[in-house]
């Protein structure tokens, strides 16, 4: 490849959330010797976490890192273009729930069986042969289905970024997984259960099971979030974290209906609470954290 200086340039994007993206230029040459200049656009981020200069010096290490080792297209690996070009294209975009995720699903399933064939010989077959591994080793329909998105994911970068002529896994299907095992605890367990628990416990178990709510979103919750007959969700907590107005999805911050016997409940633990102000937390931890879910069912299941 042909080493030039180049700083690139940045644009702001965006009508509602502004952000700014990078564009810069490698070049390649192909299998004739011919060079070729190829151009990448890359996010940056935010426009308000990150001033324009921030976001000039983000893009000049990520041309640094693009440029400096960059191998022949007929050598680029997935492995090489899912470290090099992807992740720092999309893990801006991501939650860091969502970035846990996806980078222990390229870490510890997709990376390690086809990290290291070429791109341009990378085919359908092998990535449905790769998925179809998964199922037969008892992996669950959500790892499996997660590995596909990923993989097609990837392959489209590299083919809008011309390094491929189209995306092998564009048609992959999912193969038949084993069913996952469910309990269900009958009714009067339920009620013993519920009963067993001291007043937070019981009123957390019962958001969870009456309003369908995840766990993130439960010790996310404010006294705010509490209007009457029902819950909005105005965050969601992560690792101890609270993410102000984060949700998993926008149809997560529709209105969450409570149904009438939660009623008394919430109203005696706000006064257990003392009453507190709207931007306090619900359920906080000793520390005036979010609660981990983890910890939180250890602690209910030990008592």
Not at 123 to 139: M, P, R, S
Not at 223 to 234: A, P, R, V
Not at 256 to 275: F, G, I, S, Y
Request: charged letters at 30%; a positive charge; aromatic letters at 8%.
């Amino acid at each position: 490849m042909r080493t030039r200086h180049q700083d690139g340039w940045v644009e702001e994007r965006g009508s509602r959330h502004k952000r700014w993206y990078g564009h810069y230029y490698v070049y390649v040459t192909d299998e004739s010797g011919k060079e070729i200049r190829r151009h990448i656009g890359v996010q940056l981020g935010e426009k308000a976490k990150l001033r324009k200069w921030e976001a000039e010096g983000k893009l000049r290490k990520i041309i640094a890192s693009a440029t400096k080792a960059q191998p022949k297209p007929n050598s680029l690996t997935l492995d090489w273009f899912t470290r090099e070009r992807f992740l720092p294209m999309r893990q801006a975009q991501w939650a860091p729930s969502t970035r846990e995720t996806n980078l222990y699903t390229l870490e510890h399933h997709i990376l390690p069986k086809l990290g290291d064939k070429a791109l341009c010989e990378l085919e359908k077959f092998h990535c449905q042969v790769f998925l179809n591994g998964l199922a037969e080793k008892g992996f669950s329909f959500t790892v499996v289905d997660h590995c596909r998105t990923m993989l097609k994911a990837i392959l489209e970068e590299a083919a809008d970024a011309e390094l491929i002529g189209k995306n092998p896994a564009r048609k992959l299907v999912n193969p038949e997984t084993k069913e996952p095992e469910k309990h269900v605890l009958q009714k009067a367990d339920s009620r013993l259960l519920l009963d067993s628990l001291p007043l937070r416990d019981r009123l957390i178990a019962m958001i969870a099971a009456f309003c369908a709510m995840r766990p993130g979103e439960i010790f996310g919750l404010r006294w705010s979030s509490w209007s009457g007959d029902h819950f909005h969700i105005e965050g969601t907590a992560w690792r101890g974290t609270l993410r102000p107005g984060k949700a998993k999805t926008k149809g997560s911050k529709a209105p969450v209906a409570v149904p009438d016997v939660l009623m008394p409940l919430l109203k005696t633990w706000r006064n257990e609470c003392q009453n507190p102000p709207g931007d306090a937390l619900m359920f906080p931890s000793e520390k005036g954290t979010p609660m981990r879910p983890e910890n939180w069912l250890r602690g209910a299941s030990n008592r």
